[in-house]
């Protein structure tokens, strides 16, 4: 099955600065690579998505990136500012049923104002 | 709030006790999934719906989960005979049929088991 690694586990930024989060992928046939946020004691919710199709998606001050070749992604947060705080998630969409995606063990970003 | 609900959000119990969480999905959505979050980890899938149909098991299910969605609209997670290990966030997510799925999932606030 997919395998998603992701780092680094912890990034601290002072406020204004860019943040990158990498991960990295085992199935070469994934799809779809989302990115999820998850604040303290609340629910993951998506940021933004990439599709294989495309290498690079922004979305205001976030962009991703995809290397389908070296099979690896990442979120990109420019002008961090403290709310962007919290856990984010790398996924992966791999083979299988449904839309079941494989998520990376987090990164928790925290931005010193 | 139409979002994915899920109850109870804690449940404190001991050891060898049977515990059931309950998931309501958005209400047009087809497609269910339990996933289990630890401390300081990502969501680990368990299992997915689709109607009520159980398509997709994890091999992190062991025999003492089970799942179920009867009427295809909200799902219960059951775990018999509770293990301290058991002890962790039980994610719900749901998404919309293929044709209108743009992949992502939707999610619950989670159900936070502890077994003492």
């Known amino acids: 099955g997919e395998n998603v690694e992701q780092h680094p586990s912890t990034l601290s930024v002072q406020e204004g600065d860019s943040a990158v989060i990498k991960c990295t992928y085992s199935?070469?046939?994934?799809?779809?690579f989302p990115w999820y946020k998850q604040e303290l004691g609340k629910r993951p919710q998506l940021i933004i998505d990439i599709r294989s199709n495309v290498g690079e998606k922004k979305d205001q001050r976030i962009a991703v990136t995809l290397n389908k070749t070296a099979k690896h992604f990442s979120l990109h947060i420019t002008e961090t500012q403290p709310e962007d705080s919290a856990v984010y998630f790398c996924a992966a969409r791999g083979q299988g049923a449904g839309n079941m995606l494989t998520f990376g063990g987090g990164t928790r970003l925290m931005v010193k104002p | 709030d139409t979002g994915v609900s899920q109850n109870p959000r804690h449940k404190i119990t001991k050891r060898g006790q049977n515990v059931t969480f309950r998931c309501d999905p958005i209400s047009e959505h087809n497609r269910l999934y339990w996933y289990r979050q630890t401390l300081g980890q990502g969501p680990e899938f368990l299992t997915y719906f689709q109607n009520e149909a159980q398509l997709e098991k994890s091999r992190l299910l062991s025999d003492r989960f089970s799942a179920e969605r009867p009427k295809g609209s909200f799902s219960t997670l059951e775990i018999q005979r509770t293990e301290q290990g058991d002890s962790a966030m039980y994610l719900c997510?749901?998404?919309?049929?293929?044709?209108?799925?743009?992949?992502?999932?939707?999610f619950g606030e989670g159900s936070r088991l502890t077994v003492l």
């Open positions: 199935d070469s046939a994934s799809n779809y």
């Open positions: 997510a749901s998404s919309p049929k293929r044709e209108l799925n743009t992949g992502e999932l939707f």
